[in-house]
Protein backbone atom coordinates (compact mmCIF):
# COMPACT_ATOMS: atom_id res chain seq x y z
CA UNK A 1 0.00 0.00 0.00
CA UNK A 2 1.02 3.57 -0.95
CA UNK A 3 -0.28 6.40 1.62
CA UNK A 4 -0.52 9.67 0.27
CA UNK A 5 1.82 10.97 2.11
CA UNK A 6 4.74 8.64 0.07
CA UNK A 7 3.95 10.84 -3.06
CA UNK A 8 6.43 13.66 -2.80
CA UNK A 9 5.90 17.24 -4.05
CA UNK A 10 8.49 19.58 -6.00
CA UNK A 11 7.17 22.80 -7.45
CA UNK A 12 7.70 24.21 -10.77
CA UNK A 13 9.51 27.66 -9.82
CA UNK A 14 7.40 29.61 -12.46
CA UNK A 15 3.80 28.79 -14.07
CA UNK A 16 3.74 28.05 -17.37
CA UNK A 17 -0.05 28.79 -17.44
CA UNK A 18 0.33 33.20 -18.54
CA UNK A 19 2.00 31.97 -21.26
CA UNK A 20 -1.76 29.49 -22.49
CA UNK A 21 -3.72 31.00 -25.31
CA UNK A 22 -7.00 30.45 -23.94
CA UNK A 23 -8.97 31.28 -27.29
CA UNK A 24 -6.79 28.02 -28.92
CA UNK A 25 -6.29 25.44 -27.08
CA UNK A 26 -5.83 22.20 -29.80
CA UNK A 27 -6.31 19.04 -27.82
CA UNK A 28 -3.35 17.29 -26.46
CA UNK A 29 -0.75 20.09 -27.47
CA UNK A 30 0.11 21.93 -24.31
CA UNK A 31 0.96 20.86 -20.78
CA UNK A 32 0.53 21.87 -16.99
CA UNK A 33 3.09 22.78 -15.08
CA UNK A 34 3.65 19.17 -13.19
CA UNK A 35 3.52 15.97 -13.95
CA UNK A 36 3.89 12.56 -12.07
CA UNK A 37 6.58 9.83 -12.50
CA UNK A 38 6.98 6.66 -10.39
CA UNK A 39 9.88 3.89 -11.63
CA UNK A 40 8.81 -0.27 -10.79
CA UNK A 41 12.16 -2.08 -10.02
CA UNK A 42 12.57 -5.24 -7.54
CA UNK A 43 9.00 -6.39 -8.03
CA UNK A 44 8.08 -2.78 -6.22
CA UNK A 45 7.04 0.78 -6.98
CA UNK A 46 9.23 3.85 -5.64
CA UNK A 47 10.89 6.83 -6.37
CA UNK A 48 7.24 8.33 -6.55
CA UNK A 49 7.11 11.87 -7.16
CA UNK A 50 5.38 14.99 -8.51
CA UNK A 51 7.55 17.36 -9.87
CA UNK A 52 8.02 20.43 -12.79
CA UNK A 53 6.81 18.90 -16.08
CA UNK A 54 9.75 18.14 -18.06
CA UNK A 55 11.74 15.85 -20.75
CA UNK A 56 12.95 11.76 -19.81
CA UNK A 57 16.14 10.61 -20.16
CA UNK A 58 16.31 7.43 -21.46
CA UNK A 59 18.70 4.58 -23.23
CA UNK A 60 18.20 4.38 -27.33
CA UNK A 61 17.99 0.40 -26.01
CA UNK A 62 15.20 1.33 -23.38
CA UNK A 63 12.31 -1.88 -24.24
CA UNK A 64 9.39 0.01 -25.05
CA UNK A 65 10.87 1.94 -27.61
CA UNK A 66 11.53 -1.65 -29.73
CA UNK A 67 8.69 -4.15 -28.30
CA UNK A 68 5.76 -2.05 -27.77
CA UNK A 69 5.09 -3.05 -23.86
CA UNK A 70 2.98 0.68 -23.32
CA UNK A 71 -0.14 1.21 -22.15
CA UNK A 72 -2.08 4.49 -21.59
CA UNK A 73 -5.28 5.91 -20.21
CA UNK A 74 -7.37 9.35 -20.93
CA UNK A 75 -9.44 10.55 -18.40
CA UNK A 76 -11.21 14.16 -17.85
CA UNK A 77 -11.05 16.96 -15.12
CA UNK A 78 -13.64 19.49 -14.96
CA UNK A 79 -14.37 22.60 -13.84
CA UNK A 80 -17.53 22.45 -11.75
CA UNK A 81 -20.04 25.39 -12.23
CA UNK A 82 -19.19 25.47 -8.27
CA UNK A 83 -15.85 26.77 -9.73
CA UNK A 84 -14.48 23.40 -8.37
CA UNK A 85 -12.13 20.87 -9.64
CA UNK A 86 -14.09 17.06 -10.67
CA UNK A 87 -12.65 14.25 -12.23
CA UNK A 88 -15.01 11.72 -14.68
CA UNK A 89 -14.95 8.45 -13.83
CA UNK A 90 -11.54 8.02 -13.31
CA UNK A 91 -11.97 4.79 -11.19
CA UNK A 92 -13.05 3.12 -14.10
CA UNK A 93 -9.88 4.17 -15.92
CA UNK A 94 -7.87 2.77 -13.04
CA UNK A 95 -9.41 -0.43 -13.24
CA UNK A 96 -8.94 -0.87 -17.20
CA UNK A 97 -5.29 0.55 -16.74
CA UNK A 98 -4.46 -2.45 -14.90
CA UNK A 99 -6.60 -4.80 -17.39
CA UNK A 100 -4.22 -3.31 -19.95
CA UNK A 101 -1.20 -3.98 -18.03
CA UNK A 102 -1.72 -7.66 -17.81
CA UNK A 103 -2.47 -8.28 -21.07
CA UNK A 104 1.10 -6.74 -21.63
CA UNK A 105 2.90 -8.85 -19.28
CA UNK A 106 3.20 -5.44 -17.52
CA UNK A 107 2.79 -5.09 -13.13
CA UNK A 108 -0.25 -4.03 -11.97
CA UNK A 109 -0.63 -0.07 -10.47
CA UNK A 110 -1.57 -0.24 -7.11
CA UNK A 111 -5.00 1.50 -6.73
CA UNK A 112 -3.26 4.59 -4.19
CA UNK A 113 -0.95 5.38 -6.49
CA UNK A 114 -2.77 5.48 -9.24
CA UNK A 115 -5.71 7.92 -7.98
CA UNK A 116 -3.99 9.54 -5.39
CA UNK A 117 -1.29 10.32 -7.72
CA UNK A 118 -4.05 11.79 -10.05
CA UNK A 119 -5.96 13.28 -7.90
CA UNK A 120 -2.97 15.72 -6.27
CA UNK A 121 -1.63 16.04 -9.20
CA UNK A 122 -5.05 17.96 -10.47
CA UNK A 123 -5.37 19.37 -7.49
CA UNK A 124 -1.96 21.11 -7.82
CA UNK A 125 -2.61 22.05 -11.46
CA UNK A 126 -6.57 22.90 -11.13
CA UNK A 127 -6.07 26.17 -12.86
CA UNK A 128 -5.28 24.11 -15.77
CA UNK A 129 -8.88 23.17 -16.63
CA UNK A 130 -10.19 25.55 -19.12
CA UNK A 131 -13.35 26.85 -18.69
CA UNK A 132 -14.59 27.26 -22.17
CA UNK A 133 -17.37 25.23 -23.77
CA UNK A 134 -16.27 21.83 -25.24
CA UNK A 135 -12.89 22.24 -22.80
CA UNK A 136 -11.70 20.37 -20.08
CA UNK A 137 -8.53 19.15 -18.30
CA UNK A 138 -6.85 15.86 -20.37
CA UNK A 139 -5.44 13.12 -18.24
CA UNK A 140 -3.22 11.20 -19.56
CA UNK A 141 -2.03 8.06 -17.46
CA UNK A 142 0.61 5.85 -19.05
CA UNK A 143 3.16 3.38 -18.15
CA UNK A 144 6.00 2.02 -20.52
CA UNK A 145 8.61 -0.91 -20.03
CA UNK A 146 12.16 0.78 -19.28
CA UNK A 147 14.97 -1.99 -19.52
CA UNK A 148 17.68 -1.09 -21.34
CA UNK A 149 18.07 -4.15 -22.94
CA UNK A 150 16.71 -5.52 -26.45
CA UNK A 151 16.19 -9.27 -26.07
CA UNK A 152 12.94 -10.14 -26.31
CA UNK A 153 11.29 -10.28 -23.07
CA UNK A 154 8.92 -8.65 -20.42
CA UNK A 155 11.29 -5.68 -18.53
CA UNK A 156 11.78 -6.07 -15.33
CA UNK A 157 11.57 -2.62 -15.13
CA UNK A 158 8.92 0.02 -15.85
CA UNK A 159 7.97 3.47 -15.69
CA UNK A 160 4.28 5.12 -14.65
CA UNK A 161 3.42 8.31 -15.46
CA UNK A 162 0.18 11.27 -15.21
CA UNK A 163 1.01 14.55 -17.98
CA UNK A 164 -2.20 16.81 -17.66
CA UNK A 165 -3.22 18.75 -20.85
CA UNK A 166 -6.22 21.54 -21.38
CA UNK A 167 -7.73 20.67 -24.30
CA UNK A 168 -10.46 21.40 -26.72
CA UNK A 169 -12.24 19.49 -28.60
CA UNK A 170 -10.59 16.37 -30.51
CA UNK A 171 -12.79 16.26 -33.47
CA UNK A 172 -14.91 19.57 -34.06
CA UNK A 173 -16.65 18.86 -36.81
CA UNK A 174 -19.42 16.12 -37.98
CA UNK A 175 -17.19 12.95 -39.12
CA UNK A 176 -17.19 11.20 -42.93
CA UNK A 177 -16.42 7.71 -41.87
CA UNK A 178 -14.98 5.09 -44.06
CA UNK A 179 -16.52 1.44 -43.47
CA UNK A 180 -12.97 -0.85 -43.61
CA UNK A 181 -13.06 -3.94 -44.98
CA UNK A 182 -9.71 -4.51 -45.64
CA UNK A 183 -7.32 -3.23 -42.94
CA UNK A 184 -8.30 -4.55 -39.47
CA UNK A 185 -7.86 -3.24 -36.00
CA UNK A 186 -8.33 -6.19 -33.57
CA UNK A 187 -8.28 -9.92 -33.73
CA UNK A 188 -10.32 -12.54 -31.47
CA UNK A 189 -7.37 -13.36 -28.85
CA UNK A 190 -5.52 -9.79 -29.63
CA UNK A 191 -4.94 -7.39 -27.68
CA UNK A 192 -8.03 -4.66 -29.09
CA UNK A 193 -9.54 -4.64 -25.80
CA UNK A 194 -6.39 -3.25 -24.09
CA UNK A 195 -5.54 0.61 -24.48
CA UNK A 196 -1.93 -0.55 -26.05
CA UNK A 197 -0.18 1.89 -27.47
CA UNK A 198 0.56 -0.03 -30.60
CA UNK A 199 -3.31 -0.59 -31.18
CA UNK A 200 -2.97 3.47 -32.40
CA UNK A 201 0.51 3.08 -34.29
CA UNK A 202 -1.22 -0.08 -36.15
CA UNK A 203 -4.20 2.08 -37.16
CA UNK A 204 -2.55 4.99 -38.91
CA UNK A 205 -2.16 3.20 -42.31
CA UNK A 206 -5.69 2.12 -42.61
CA UNK A 207 -6.30 5.79 -41.39
CA UNK A 208 -4.26 7.54 -43.95
CA UNK A 209 -5.95 5.24 -46.69
CA UNK A 210 -9.47 6.77 -45.34
CA UNK A 211 -8.19 10.11 -45.41
CA UNK A 212 -6.76 9.98 -49.41
CA UNK A 213 -10.29 9.46 -49.91
CA UNK A 214 -11.88 11.94 -47.82
CA UNK A 215 -13.00 10.49 -44.96
CA UNK A 216 -11.74 11.54 -41.13
CA UNK A 217 -11.95 8.12 -39.80
CA UNK A 218 -12.23 4.40 -40.43
CA UNK A 219 -14.65 1.99 -38.67
CA UNK A 220 -13.46 -1.43 -38.24
CA UNK A 221 -15.37 -4.54 -39.09
CA UNK A 222 -14.68 -7.95 -37.98
CA UNK A 223 -11.43 -9.77 -39.27
CA UNK A 224 -13.11 -12.77 -40.89
CA UNK A 225 -15.71 -11.64 -42.96
CA UNK A 226 -15.41 -8.09 -42.61
CA UNK A 227 -19.01 -7.73 -41.91
CA UNK A 228 -19.62 -6.87 -37.93
CA UNK A 229 -18.53 -3.10 -36.68
CA UNK A 230 -16.47 -3.07 -34.25
CA UNK A 231 -14.84 0.76 -33.17
CA UNK A 232 -14.18 3.81 -35.07
CA UNK A 233 -10.45 5.64 -34.97
CA UNK A 234 -10.04 6.32 -31.37
CA UNK A 235 -14.25 5.64 -30.34
CA UNK A 236 -16.50 2.90 -29.71
CA UNK A 237 -19.93 3.28 -31.92
CA UNK A 238 -23.60 4.02 -31.32
CA UNK A 239 -26.41 3.59 -33.83
CA UNK A 240 -30.16 4.68 -33.43
CA UNK A 241 -31.93 2.25 -34.70
CA UNK A 242 -35.65 2.91 -34.60
CA UNK A 243 -36.16 3.57 -31.06
CA UNK A 244 -33.17 1.48 -30.07
CA UNK A 245 -29.49 2.86 -29.45
CA UNK A 246 -27.48 0.00 -30.60
CA UNK A 247 -23.87 -0.48 -29.90
CA UNK A 248 -21.54 -3.60 -30.64
CA UNK A 249 -20.73 -5.83 -27.33
CA UNK A 250 -17.82 -6.69 -25.97
CA UNK A 251 -17.70 -10.38 -26.06
CA UNK A 252 -14.68 -10.67 -28.67
CA UNK A 253 -12.13 -9.08 -27.29
CA UNK A 254 -11.90 -6.91 -30.35
CA UNK A 255 -13.38 -3.53 -28.94
CA UNK A 256 -12.00 -0.90 -26.02
CA UNK A 257 -14.80 -1.13 -23.74
CA UNK A 258 -14.92 2.79 -23.04
CA UNK A 259 -16.18 5.33 -20.28
CA UNK A 260 -17.94 7.00 -22.35
CA UNK A 261 -19.37 4.02 -23.84
CA UNK A 262 -20.66 2.83 -20.72
CA UNK A 263 -21.87 6.32 -19.37
CA UNK A 264 -23.65 6.82 -22.69
CA UNK A 265 -25.30 3.25 -22.22
CA UNK A 266 -26.55 5.02 -18.81
CA UNK A 267 -27.81 7.88 -20.38
CA UNK A 268 -29.55 6.94 -23.09
CA UNK A 269 -31.55 4.40 -20.77
CA UNK A 270 -32.20 7.91 -18.78
CA UNK A 271 -33.98 8.96 -21.88
CA UNK A 272 -36.36 6.30 -22.88
CA UNK A 273 -34.05 4.42 -24.70
CA UNK A 274 -33.69 0.50 -25.41
CA UNK A 275 -29.97 -0.10 -25.22
CA UNK A 276 -28.49 -3.22 -27.07
CA UNK A 277 -25.41 -4.22 -27.21
CA UNK A 278 -24.78 -7.26 -29.46
CA UNK A 279 -23.27 -7.96 -32.73
CA UNK A 280 -24.26 -5.00 -35.34
CA UNK A 281 -23.68 -6.09 -39.32
CA UNK A 282 -23.12 -3.72 -41.82
CA UNK A 283 -26.07 -5.63 -43.69
CA UNK A 284 -28.38 -4.39 -40.81
CA UNK A 285 -26.87 -0.97 -41.16
CA UNK A 286 -27.76 -0.65 -44.72
CA UNK A 287 -31.19 -2.35 -44.81
CA UNK A 288 -32.20 0.01 -41.85
CA UNK A 289 -30.87 3.07 -43.46
CA UNK A 290 -32.78 2.22 -46.09
CA UNK A 291 -36.17 1.42 -44.45
CA UNK A 292 -35.44 4.65 -42.90
CA UNK A 293 -34.84 3.45 -39.37
CA UNK A 294 -30.88 4.57 -39.30
CA UNK A 295 -31.69 7.73 -37.99
CA UNK A 296 -28.09 8.43 -35.69
CA UNK A 297 -24.55 7.12 -35.96
CA UNK A 298 -22.21 8.70 -33.29
CA UNK A 299 -18.75 8.05 -31.73
CA UNK A 300 -18.30 8.39 -27.69
CA UNK A 301 -15.09 8.51 -26.18
CA UNK A 302 -12.84 10.36 -23.70
CA UNK A 303 -11.13 12.75 -26.00
CA UNK A 304 -14.09 12.77 -28.98
CA UNK A 305 -16.79 13.03 -25.97
CA UNK A 306 -19.88 12.56 -28.33
CA UNK A 307 -18.95 13.29 -32.20
CA UNK A 308 -21.88 13.19 -34.41
CA UNK A 309 -21.14 11.05 -38.31
CA UNK A 310 -22.18 12.39 -40.90
CA UNK A 311 -21.47 10.10 -43.94
CA UNK A 312 -20.64 6.58 -43.56
CA UNK A 313 -19.24 4.86 -46.48
CA UNK A 314 -19.09 0.83 -47.54
CA UNK A 315 -17.83 -0.03 -50.86
CA UNK A 316 -20.30 2.18 -53.10
CA UNK A 317 -23.06 2.70 -50.65
CA UNK A 318 -23.09 6.27 -49.02
CA UNK A 319 -25.07 6.72 -46.34
CA UNK A 320 -25.41 10.30 -45.42
CA UNK A 321 -27.41 11.77 -42.55
CA UNK A 322 -28.95 15.12 -41.73
CA UNK A 323 -27.02 15.93 -38.15
CA UNK A 324 -28.47 19.43 -38.17
CA UNK A 325 -31.37 18.04 -36.84
CA UNK A 326 -30.83 15.17 -34.47
CA UNK A 327 -32.02 14.86 -30.89
CA UNK A 328 -30.59 11.90 -29.46
CA UNK A 329 -26.47 12.64 -30.03
CA UNK A 330 -26.70 16.47 -28.97
CA UNK A 331 -29.09 15.34 -26.32
CA UNK A 332 -26.64 13.07 -25.45
CA UNK A 333 -23.75 14.87 -24.85
CA UNK A 334 -25.59 17.81 -23.01
CA UNK A 335 -26.42 15.53 -20.44
CA UNK A 336 -22.93 14.54 -19.75
CA UNK A 337 -21.89 18.09 -19.93
CA UNK A 338 -24.08 18.96 -17.58
CA UNK A 339 -22.82 15.70 -14.85
CA UNK A 340 -19.39 16.82 -15.47
CA UNK A 341 -20.37 20.66 -14.97
CA UNK A 342 -22.35 19.90 -11.72
CA UNK A 343 -25.36 21.68 -13.40
CA UNK A 344 -27.14 18.57 -13.39
CA UNK A 345 -27.37 15.96 -10.37
CA UNK A 346 -24.77 13.31 -10.11
CA UNK A 347 -26.94 10.47 -9.26
CA UNK A 348 -24.41 7.86 -10.06
CA UNK A 349 -21.81 9.74 -8.53
CA UNK A 350 -19.59 9.37 -11.81
CA UNK A 351 -17.55 12.74 -10.67
CA UNK A 352 -14.84 12.75 -7.83
CA UNK A 353 -14.17 15.94 -5.92
CA UNK A 354 -10.45 16.45 -6.05
C1 LIG B 1 -9.26 8.87 -25.37
O1 LIG B 1 -10.42 9.06 -25.69
O2 LIG B 1 -8.78 9.17 -24.30
C2 LIG B 1 -8.41 8.21 -26.33
O3 LIG B 1 -7.93 7.20 -26.10
C3 LIG B 1 -8.15 8.91 -27.56
C4 LIG B 1 -6.74 9.29 -27.62
C5 LIG B 1 -5.94 8.26 -28.31
C6 LIG B 1 -6.57 10.65 -28.18
Same mark, same amino acid.
Do not use: C
Given at each position: ??AA ?31 ? +? ?10 ? +? ?21 I ?36 Q ?24 ? $? ?52 ? @? ?7 A ?8 Y ?18 F ?43 L????? @? ?7 ? $?????A ?16 ? !??? !?K +? ?34 D ?8
Amino acid at each position: MIAAMDISIRKAERSKLQDLNQDNIPFGKYFSDHML +EADYENGEWKNI +EIKPYQPLLMDPSLAALHYGQAIFEGIKAYKGIDGKPYIFRPHDNFKRFNISAERMQMPQVPEELFMEGMRKLVELDQNWIPSKE $DHSLYIRPFMFSSDPLIGVRPSDTYKFLIILSPSGPYYSAPMRIYVEEKYVRAV @TGGVGYAKAAGNYGAAMYATAQAKLKGYDQVLWTDPFEHKYVQEIGTMNVFFIIGNKAVTPDLSQGTILGGVTRMSSMTVLKDMGF @TVEERPISV $DELMDAYKAGLLHEVFGTGTAAT !ISM !IK +ELRYKDFVMQFDVENWKTAPGLKKRLTDIRERRAEDKYNWMLKV
